[in-house]
């Protein structure tokens, strides 16, 4: 198995699918292909979506090492893209009514374990990128560089839910200055600034680069129109899975499930039991949803 990325709750979501031979679905985050791997041993033929280059091509290494049997482009298709234009892309390899899609809304461990990507305050010397699609848009050094202190905060504020969000936009504001905010370490120090305890620094940055994050790829606006876009090709008796990782992502994902087209399958969200919890910690913040098709 690739070491790219661990899916989070797997068999939950590939058992949420309800995969049946010869049927057809859409893993809108391919990631490095583990879920799209399940999908195709169950005997599903799978369409994966990702806008990172670099999980395009380990999901593709991956299917072909694991599943040698298994045929590009007849039993498994990956492509790049974002799964805000899901229904143009599917139109555009032909899969325009599926039996399921799959939303896995987390952030790779290869991102957050790779220094040049720019995801993680753990490398001092790492550039503030955070894009997913490192050929086109503005990286997070742009954000903090252009934006005025009242966007900063309610950025962080609102995808960080971070108590702190005006002192450390005001420091942003302050430190750029004398110098532009180009690296983790110059990010962490405006964090350390702010007056924390130390103890609490590293949620404070996490949260911080979280929020960055999400305004960079612009994540709600993505995830809004891929739920619309589920409504299109997921055909009736279909199945809609959605793992998402924070508040406000699993909040529209449940408005969705409720107002939309569908009947929820799961009352209450699927959470990580104690195990998983103990071998991934970072699947804690881990909610899976699923919806069915009317």
Do not use: C
């Not at 005997?43 to 299917?63: C, F, K, Q, S, Y």
């Not at 974002?82 to 599917?90: G, K, L, P």
């Not at 990128?129 to 742009?142: A, I, K, N, P, V």
């Not at 960055?212 to 876009?229: H, K, S, Y």
Request: aromatic letters at 6%; zero cysteines; proline letters at 3%.
């Amino acid at each position: 198995m690739s070491t790219f990325h661990t899916p989070v709750l797997a068999k939950e979501v590939i058992d949420a699918l309800g995969i049946r031979r010869g049927k057809r679905y859409i893993d809108a985050t391919a990631g490095g292909g583990g879920h799209a791997l399940g999908i195709v041993e169950q005997g599903g033929i799978v369409l994966g979506i990702d806008a990172d280059a670099d999980a395009v091509a380990e999901a593709r290494r991956n299917l072909r090492r694991v599943r040698p049997e298994a045929e590009e482009g007849k039993d498994w298709i990956i492509v790049k893209g974002n799964f805000r234009n899901v229904v143009t892309i599917a139109k555009d390899t032909g899969w325009e009514n599926v039996e399921g899609m799959l939303f896995d809304l987390g952030v790779s461990s290869f991102e957050l374990d790779t220094k040049e990507r720019g995801f993680s305050y753990r490398f001092p010397d790492a550039p503030i990128d955070l894009r997913f699609d490192r050929t086109s848009g503005e990286t997070g050094e742009s954000l903090l560089r252009r934006l005025s202190e009242d966007d900063l905060y309610e950025i962080l504020a609102t995808y960080g839910e971070e108590q702190s969000a005006r002192r450390i936009a005001h420091g942003i504001v302050r430190a750029r200055s004398v110098r532009p905010v180009k690296t983790a370490d110059g990010l962490m120090a405006i964090v350390k600034d702010a007056g924390h305890h130390i103890a609490e620094i590293p949620g404070i940055a996490a949260r911080v680069y979280q929020a960055l994050r999400i305004a960079v790829n612009d994540e709600m606006g993505a995830l809004r129109e891929g739920l619309e876009g589920s409504r299109v090709l997921v055909k009736r008796g279909g199945r809609l899975v959605v793992l998402s990782f924070h508040s406000l992502e699993d909040r529209m994902v449940k408005q969705e499930m409720r107002t939309g087209p569908w009947h929820m399958v799961t009352k209450k969200p699927l959470t990580p039991n104690a195990r998983e919890l103990s071998q991934n910690r970072r699947a804690r913040s881990a909610k899976l949803r699923v919806a069915e098709k009317l």
